[in-house]
């Protein structure tokens, strides 16, 4: 039998709870006091425009049908060779190219956006997907989210001729159930932070050069941790050139297949495991002059562009792994029985999933208030957005490791693959401390003007 109330509340149609008579006020009252019974998915969904809720739709539909099933299969999978793809995940990659999963971030007919998208920002647009891919699998989400970072740079160099040469082919050949994967390729050995930090990269030596030759460059080096670096047909990677430093940096579109390029390895990853981090070695390789994106000696610029439009759907990555967690410890609250009555009961147990819930409700409204307005995406907005959000994700994902207590740990609970999934987040797109060090560095100008007051 249903129980009409938790524990240590009133039935809805008591006379103490008052909802049931806001319908009762007259007509100015109940537009002012009266709402809805409504899941809280379905309340934001009500809220946004409606193209984009039907995006969040069907990207929740694609999520459900694809991802969730082969999440435990591919968490749970060999470690793959460099190169190779579990057939499981190159089947959810060919549709979700069928489908435009791959492609949505230029309008028809170059991309899948639809044109009725087309007035609201790419990055908005881009975090509602991300958040339902996350929701569903970590390692998914990464295989699938991963090539759009290895495209920005290619957007983002602001080249009509860029664009139609080199992109439109990568997502033809996505829609086309072909999957033509781009990496992004800035992380070295010796330079994880200060690829993604001025003052950092002022001091570093780069590990991956450039030297002029007949008609291009010979990159040589090595860069690693490129997620999805193990399958891509191509990468946007920046280099410095010969004899110079970070200044010099430069984006090279090169193809994975040419002579010069090999995947040396892939990590054996605590999280988002269904994704290869790759390292990527360049010997000699031949890169052509007319392959140089956004011109010599702007690559670092390029990249910071390309870290401020990827940080906010990183955050609403964070907002994904977040709502796992406490739709998971809810539906385990629901069901568990102790002292014979389910954990839903205890009063102690609503506070806990309370505040589980009020931490992702609010991430997600950060998140959706700075990508709605991302066209430019601000450094100190963007940086600001992914450190929160992912900080505090993964204190909701413990949150719900202590509630299911010996349960959490169990893998067909979810919650520790949601945990081990998580704090990537923290780490990539810049470690949060130096998106802090990147928040204050975008701010630094209003700081240090005497005259000038402080708004927060």
Request: proline share 5%; aromatic share 8%; glycine share 8%.
């Amino acid at each position: 039998m249903t129980a009409s109330h938790l524990s240590g509340h009133l039935p809805a149609d008591h006379a103490l709870s008052p909802a049931w008579q806001f319908k009762r006020f007259p007509a100015i009252g109940r537009m002012l006091a009266d709402y809805p019974a409504r899941d809280l998915w379905d309340t934001d969904f009500a809220r946004l425009p409606a193209p984009l809720a039907r995006q969040r739709l069907r990207a929740r539909e694609f999520a459900e049908r694809y991802l969730v099933p082969a999440a435990a299969e591919l968490d749970l999978a060999p470690h793959a060779a460099a190169g190779t793809c579990h057939p499981l995940a190159r089947s959810i990659l060919a549709e979700a190219g069928r489908q435009g999963w791959l492609s949505y971030f230029l309008p028809r007919p170059l991309g899948s956006m639809a044109w009725r998208t087309l007035p609201y920002a790419p990055i908005w647009q881009s975090t509602l997907i991300v958040e339902e891919f996350s929701r569903a699998c970590g390692g998914l989400m990464l295989l699938l989210s991963a090539h759009h970072l290895g495209v920005m740079p290619l957007v983002l160099g602001g080249d009509l001729g860029t664009i139609l040469r080199f992109v439109a082919p990568v997502y033809r050949a996505c829609e086309r159930g072909d999957p033509h994967l781009v990496a992004f390729a800035i992380t070295e050995p010796g330079a994880g932070s200060d690829a993604e930090d001025g003052h950092g990269a002022s001091l570093y030596h780069p590990g991956v050069i450039a030297t002029p030759t007949k008609g291009g460059y010979l990159l040589n080096g090595r860069k690693c941790y490129i997620s999805g670096g193990d399958l891509a047909k191509t990468a946007t990677v920046f280099a410095a050139l010969q004899g110079e430093g970070m200044d010099s940096w430069t984006c090279f579109y090169v193809d994975c297949t040419a002579p010069g390029f090999r995947v040396a390895r892939t990590e054996l990853k605590m999280g988002m495991r269904a994704s290869g981090a790759a390292d990527l070695e360049f010997t000699d390789m031949f890169v052509p002059t007319d392959r140089i994106i956004g011109g010599l000696r702007n690559g670092w610029a390029l990249n910071r562009a390309t870290l401020n439009a990827s940080r906010i759907p990183v955050a609403s990555m964070a907002v994904g792994f977040a709502r796992a967690a406490t739709e998971t410890a809810v539906e385990f609250a629901r069901r568990y029985l102790l002292g014979g009555k389910a954990l839903i009961h205890y009063q102690d147990v609503q506070l806990h999933l309370a505040t589980m819930v009020a931490e992702t409700r609010a991430m997600r409204s950060l998140v959706w208030q700075e990508a709605r307005h991302a066209w430019r995406p601000r450094q100190l907005d963007a940086s600001l957005c992914k450190f929160h959000a992912t900080d505090r994700a993964q204190h909701v994902c413990e949150m719900a490791m202590d509630l299911l207590a010996d349960h959490g740990v169990q893998h067909e609970q979810r919650v520790e693959k949601i945990f081990r999934d998580v704090r990537l987040t923290r780490i990539f797109e810049g470690t949060n401390q130096i998106n802090r060090l990147s928040m204050m560095e975008d701010w630094q100008g209003q700081l240090l003007a005497p005259d000038r007051p402080v708004g927060v």
